[in-house]
């Protein structure tokens, strides 16, 4: 699950069968380095913020955050642990990556956690829209977090020399002790698997008998991966997901352009 999907999600009290309000923010325990709090913007005048334990929450789908029952929120001024929390603000989202020795290697766009435990599964660092395109963004996985703080996330040296996106999957290939043709597949296929899990898919991919793998603009799971994976077309899916970003990108530059007329 990614986090960018949860903020702004509608929130339901599943008791009540009612919105009362949507997913303002996320923050994380930096020592279980998981998702800890969900704070929800409450609707009307007096609504304010209130939070729930992410242990707490029903479920998250795809167009709301149901929980059971308004018991669950909890105001920061009776949660010690809350007010600690958001006092360390770890919200992680936009935060620098650097190595242990210092190295810049970007910004936080996106986190990928486990959805039953919170648990923290994978950065997703963007370097820029130019270097998003034609290298790909980087996949950290947790196991490479050295220390989550307010002003850095640092990662362990090694993620220099074993990054996530396309262009360096197959940099480091030619550079492993990968020898042969079936060792060489199988770690292409996985730096593939882990760059295309929880992206978008910029164009529709079919299997040799016609029938959808994944259609244009859905989110790709896990089971869309087993698909493609099933029937040869993981590459082409990689792909599809590289022309998503750069569609995206682009219909940014062209609505900055027309904002910028508009503004002359």
């Known amino acids: 699950m990614r986090v960018s999907d949860i903020l702004d999600l509608s929130v339901i009290v599943l008791e009540e069968g009612k919105e009362i309000g949507k997913v ?7 020592e279980k380095i998981s998702l800890r709090v969900i704070a929800i913007g409450i609707k009307g005048l007096l609504g304010g913020v209130k939070f729930v334990l992410y242990e707490k929450v029903e479920s998250i789908g795809e167009n709301a955050l149901i929980l ?42 996106d986190v990928i956690i486990h959805a039953d435990s919170g648990a923290l599964r994978e950065l997703e660092v963007t370097r820029g829209w130019v270097k998003d395109i034609t290298r790909g963004r980087s996949g ?19 993620v220099q020399e074993e990054s996530f996106g396309l262009k360096e999957a197959f940099e480091h290939l030619a550079k492993s002790a ?7 597949d199988r770690v292409i296929g996985e730096k593939e698997e882990a760059y295309c899990l929880g992206k978008m898919a910029g164009m529709t991919i079919k299997d040799d ?13 896990e ?11 993981l590459h082409e899916l990689a792909l599809s997901v590289g022309f998503s970003l750069a569609q995206e990108k682009w219909k940014d530059i062209q609505t900055s352009r027309q904002k910028s007329k508009k503004k002359s």
Do not use: C, W
Request: net charge positive.
């Open 68 to 109: 059971p029952n308004r018991d669950v929120l909890i105001s920061s001024k009776k949660a010690p642990e809350i007010r600690n929390l958001l006092e360390k603000k770890l919200g992680i989202l936009n935060t620098p990556v650097l190595t242990r020795t210092g190295t810049r290697l970007g910004e936080v766009s």
């Open 209 to 221: 008998q016609d029938q959808i793998i994944v259609a244009k603009g859905e989110v790709i799971g």
């Open 178 to 184: 990968a020898k042969t043709k079936k060792g060489i």
């Open 140 to 158: 950290i996985p947790a196991t490479m977090l050295v220390s989550v703080g307010e002003d850095a996330v640092i990662v362990s040296d090694e």
């Open 223 to 233: 089971e869309h991966l087993q698909r493609a994976k099933e029937s040869g077309k």
């Open 24 to 30: 303002k923010d996320v923050i994380f325990d930096p």
